[in-house]
């Protein structure tokens, strides 16, 4: 276990502990999106010259100063008293963007109003009335692109919550986002019949560029473009879904082949250390997300452990940029890695 997440376990609720860090069934796959990178390889430039590094990138709209951003993570007063609006705090410091879930348990227009760049996550609800009031929400807040989850038609078994009887927030956490026009907070439904055609409904919601998560097979990124999506992103949920499915790093080639340059691809689960995110970008993604690291430093830290998880990494990602002759993103190509 690394540091960052040895140390959060020992600030943590066992029980909170284990939500965070856990994932679904034997967490085949959580373990595997780690590892995925572990098996990559990097073969280094030598002598590319001068022209500095320049990590800063366009998204959908957002100009970062490094191809990572904060994933969406549900219930961040789980680790932190101040949840979501220390986690904003500490990225707005670093520079970076967060996404803010659909489940934090600070309202999307608090989170924002700390002044840092966000985008929203969403799970559509069976009730559209109340998802388009979800979403004219996080619009107003200044969010400024939608992260459409489409991994969870039905939620994940996670194992270290069921040994653990972990089924709802401690009494005082609610899922502020979920509140009715007359204060009532709403349960969650994660839509099993969820279709390609809420891509368009949400289209017509909203003018915020849409991104689709959840995103493995090569098939349903050449949808998702047909669909007109603004971005795809590979992932599995962290382990946190099927278990079982491919590792996020293992999927990335299928989806880019398939995207084929018509809209930004990103990737996230198990990226640790800023090689990963060098591995990343050099095997097709536009940018990364990170989930798990970030509840580590917020836990341990606030909002100064979330700026300092996200600059250590985007430091590093620098330094092993400058290793291996890269300048800029774009000159990341796939020859750079090999599995050995
Ligand atoms: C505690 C926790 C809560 C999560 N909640 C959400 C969520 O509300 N919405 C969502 O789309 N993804 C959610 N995810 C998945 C993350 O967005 C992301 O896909 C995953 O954490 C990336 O893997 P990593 O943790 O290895 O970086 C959650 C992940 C964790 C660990
Ligand atoms: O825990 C999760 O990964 C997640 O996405 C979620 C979904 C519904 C409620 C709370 C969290």
Redesign the pocket.
């Known amino acids: 276990m690394r540091e960052a997440e040895r140390g959060a376990r020992a600030v943590l609720d066992p029980v909170h502990f284990d939500?965070?860090a856990g994932g679904a069934g034997e967490e085949r796959t959580l373990t595997d999106?780690e590892e995925a990178f572990a098996r990559r390889r990097v073969v280094p430039r030598v002598l590319r010259g001068p022209g500095g590094t320049d990590l800063t990138t366009d998204l959908c709209g957002v100009r970062l100063a490094a191809p990572v951003v904060v994933?969406?993570?549900?219930?961040h007063r789980l680790a932190h008293p101040d949840g979501e609006a220390a986690t904003a705090r500490g990225v707005r410091a670093a520079g970076g963007l967060l996404t803010v879930?659909?489940?934090s348990t600070v309202a999307v227009e608090d989170v924002a109003a700390t002044g840092a760049t966000t985008w929203f996550?969403l799970?559509v609800q069976p009730d559209r009335a109340f998802t388009a009031a979800l979403v004219a929400r996080a619009e107003a807040a200044g969010c400024r692109a939608l992260?459409l989850?489409v991994d969870s038609p039905v939620r994940g078994r996670h194992a270290r919550d069921a040994r653990h009887g972990f089924t709802d927030l401690p009494a005082g956490l609610v899922c502020e986002n979920l509140r009715d026009a007359d204060g009532r907070v709403r349960d969650l439904v994660v839509d099993p019949d969820l279709g390609w055609d809420a891509v368009a409904w949400l289209r017509a919601t909203t003018t915020l560029p849409v991104l689709v998560?959840g995103v493995l097979h090569p098939a349903d990124a050449r949808l998702a473009v047909e669909h007109g999506v603004d971005g795809v992103v590979v992932?599995n949920?962290?382990g946190?879904q099927l278990d079982g499915a491919v590792s996020s790093l293992d999927a990335l080639p299928g989806v880019v082949a398939a995207v084929d340059g018509r809209v930004p691809v990103l990737l996230?689960?198990?990226?640790r250390r800023g090689v990963d995110v060098l591995v990343a970008l050099a095997t097709g993604a536009d940018a990364v997300?990170?989930?798990?690291?970030v509840?580590w430093g917020l836990a341990q830290g606030g909002a100064d452990g979330v700026r300092s998880v996200l600059t250590e990494l985007v430091d590093e990602l620098a330094h092993a940029m400058a290793l291996v002759g890269a300048h800029r993103p774009r000159d990341l190509t796939p020859d750079l890695v090999t599995v050995p």
């Open positions: 939500y965070l999106n994933a969406p993570t549900a219930f879930s659909t489940m996550q799970y992260v989850t998560k992932s949920h962290g946190r996230d689960g198990g990226v997300m990170v989930g798990r690291p509840l």
